[in-house]
């Protein structure tokens, strides 16, 4: 199968400044969405180079990715979680209600059908399972230049390496992720946004807006240039019980009957 050239333009755009700002930012808060669920099945789809499940302490966790992404030894150098399965984000090849956590960090974004694959995502997870999603925000400065970017590419002013963010599909905007997934029947947990900083491709510039970190969260807390979403599935009708155990029959005590005999005894005097 050959490779999928938005995969691709995704890896290599992680090496430069703005990729591992990201990554960086990525890697902090899925550690601490993912910390205290537990179960005992978890899998990460796509983005290796983002060790996802690290934090987690399910006893069983796979990183999968996209069936024809390039091997590990045809791309740069970077730090990458350990790659278990190559599926196909259409058709997962696990049974239905069989994992307790899925992350799909950029994986919306890359594959072919993204309503599909979140309907697989649902089908697999057992109920109660909770998912994590990692996203580009397109109401964003970032978003925002990658819209100009393909509008200048379409009138011709622009090449394809003019594009600030990889050419990777279009990007799902919050609100529509939220209404996908509750058409699902999924519950949105948590939402966060982050990454408001310029965008620059250089390190200088992109270290002199630190201070937009800051200021976006307090100020314009949906325009971060990410964004990620912890839902649960929930199962209508479902309601999680204790044991069942029969009741314990008491037997109440007979009425004491007293004879005209034992009266009299009682009334003697000593």
Known sequence: MADNPRIIGLTRWLQSPAGRYLLEWEQQHLDSAVADLFGFHAVQLGLPELDALRANRMPHRWVAEQAGAPAAAEEAALPRAALALRVDYDALPFDSASLDLVVLPHTLELAHDPHQTLREVERVLVPEGRVVIVGFNPASLWGLRQRFGRIRRGLGLARRQGLFLPDAGEFLAYRRL????????????????????????????????????????????????????????????????????????????GAVIATQKQRRTEEEPA
Do not use: I, N
């Open 178 to 253: 939220r209404d996908w997934l509750r058409l699902l029947s999924f519950e949105v947990e948590a939402g966060r946004f982050g990454c408001y900083r310029l965008p620059v491709a250089s390190e200088r510039w992109l270290q002199r807006s630190a201070w937009m970190d800051h200021s976006g969260e307090r100020w314009w807390p949906v325009f971060g240039a990410a964004y990620f979403v912890t839902a649960v599935k929930r199962v209508r009708g479902m309601r999680l019980v204790g044991l069942a155990r029969e009741p314990v029959r008491r037997v109440k005590a």
